[in-house]
Structures are given as structure tokens and as C-alpha cells.
């Protein structure tokens, strides 16, 4: 197996990665989003073991980016924040997962 490639420039299939999923907590975000219609913060912040702070402060960048939005609601007055991946987010998670698949040799 030869190293040359490695060397010779960009590895081909690194302009699909978007750097915006280069986070853990931000790629999971929208893995488990693209899973399910919408996931309540507290739910997210269960399945990613993330704390509040981090998990907040991962949300609204991704919001920003226009990778999900956030729906409030009260429920027995209590405040909840439920997200959902964006189809701009599904479109740019799949082609940044296309992207890691064609790196590794996997995109068959």
C-alpha cells in the first residue's frame, strides 16, 4: 500500500466535511435528531451524557447554523425545549457523513 497520495495534497472528499460536525456532541445532536421528529434538551442531554451548560451552549450553535430549531412549550409549567434537525441539517449531516464514509473506503 502505497503513502504517496497522503502526501501528494487533500485526501478527495474532504470539501463534503462541514466543520460545524467536527464537535461530539454536535454530530450526535444531529444523529439522534435525524433519528427522531424532534428530542426534548432534557432527553438529549440523557442519551449524549452532556451537562447543561454544554449542551446548551452545542444547541445554539447549531441553531445559528440553521442545523435545527427549537420549539418552547410548557408542560405543568415546567419549560421545555424540544429540537429538530432542519432540512438544510439533514441535507449538510448527510453529506458530511458521505464524506467520512468515502475517506474511510466505506461509500460502496
Request: aromatic share 6%; net charge neutral; glycine share 10%.
Amino acid at each position: 500500500m502505497s503513502h504517496e497520495s497522503a502526501d501528494t495534497g487533500p485526501l478527495p472528499g474532504l470539501e463534503g466535511f462541514q466543520k460545524m460536525l467536527g464537535h461530539r456532541s454536535r454530530l450526535g445532536i444531529c444523529a439522534l435528531l435525524a433519528r427522531n421528529d424532534e428530542l426534548s434538551f432534557s432527553r438529549l442531554k440523557e442519551l449524549l451524557s452532556e451537562k447543561d451548560g454544554s449542551l446548551g451552549a452545542q444547541l445554539r450553535k447549531l441553531e445559528d447554523e440553521g442545523f435545527v430549531t427549537v420549539r418552547k412549550e410548557f408542560q405543568d409549567r415546567k419549560p421545555i425545549s424540544w429540537y429538530q434537525l432542519t432540512t438544510t441539517g439533514r441535507q449538510r449531516l448527510e453529506v458530511h457523513l458521505a464524506a467520512l464514509s468515502g475517506l474511510l473506503g466505506t461509500d460502496e
